[in-house]
């Protein structure tokens, strides 16, 4: 069919003062649509929370194991208060910053996330976050030696492994400790960085180290002999 020599009219030309603009709290709206549509499929509607019950299905589901790591990092990413429980907000907060609005994208950012928390800015924070999401009652401050030595191989383990296990077999030796406060977790992960393993030699008691510390030291020594 031969050409027409009429041209076609060329569309009308847009201003760019009379296009319509894309508001931007329309696609952040959908984004937190979809994360809390995720978090629905999770959560126990009575409580209007993810439950340990929801957490190990959401853990099958992204092929962790509900003891992993990354589980406590999402958590810490959520910035959550109560162990084995996530609220609207926290979730909200650690998908939004992860760009994961999908099981799917979730899956994905996981080992991001692990790169993220390994490195050094952000691994004190973490290895702190660890000790005070165990700290399941109201004005809680000591963690029982039991928890203590489970969160050190899950937390420290893969770091300082020659340490992590000769601490833990300090604490179920020693009986002048129950508990482990704080100061004495922060300072264990100093003790880490700062002390040559295992010839202590650089090892001060006159500086400020609790006295736990101290008594690990002795303990190690005595070994050592």
């Not at 937190?32 to 299905?57: C, H, K, M, W």
């Not at 899956?107 to 004190?124: G, H, I, R, S, Y």
């Amino acid at each position: 069919m031969p050409r027409t020599s009429k041209r076609k009219a060329a569309p009308p030309s847009v201003k760019s003062s009379d296009a319509v603009p894309v508001r931007p709290g329309k696609a952040i709206s959908k984004t937190v649509e979809q994360i809390d549509r995720l978090f629905d499929s999770y959560a126990n509607p009575s409580l209007g929370l993810i439950d340990p019950e929801g957490i190990e299905t959401l853990c099958s589901d992204v092929g962790v194991n509900h003891t992993d790591i990354r589980i406590l990092m999402l958590a810490w990413k959520m910035n959550a208060e109560k162990q084995g429980y996530f609220s609207k907000d926290e979730w909200r907060t650690g998908l939004k910053a992860l760009k994961a609005d999908s099981l799917n994208k979730l899956k994905k950012a996981l080992p991001a996330l692990e790169t993220q928390v390994m490195m050094p800015p952000n691994f004190q924070d973490f290895y702190a976050y660890a000790f005070r999401y165990c700290l399941t009652e109201e004005k809680q401050k000591c963690v029982d030696i039991e928890t203590i030595c489970e969160l050190l191989n899950l937390v420290l383990g893969s770091q300082f492994h020659a340490q992590v296990n000769s601490m833990s077999e300090y604490l179920k030796f020693q009986s002048e400790y129950r508990m482990l406060n704080m100061d004495q977790w922060m300072n264990f992960y100093r003790f880490c960085h700062e002390i040559s393993f295992p010839d202590l030699q650089n090892y001060d008691s006159n500086q400020a180290w609790p006295l736990i510390l101290d008594g690990f030291v002795e303990w190690m020594r005595e070994k050592q002999c």
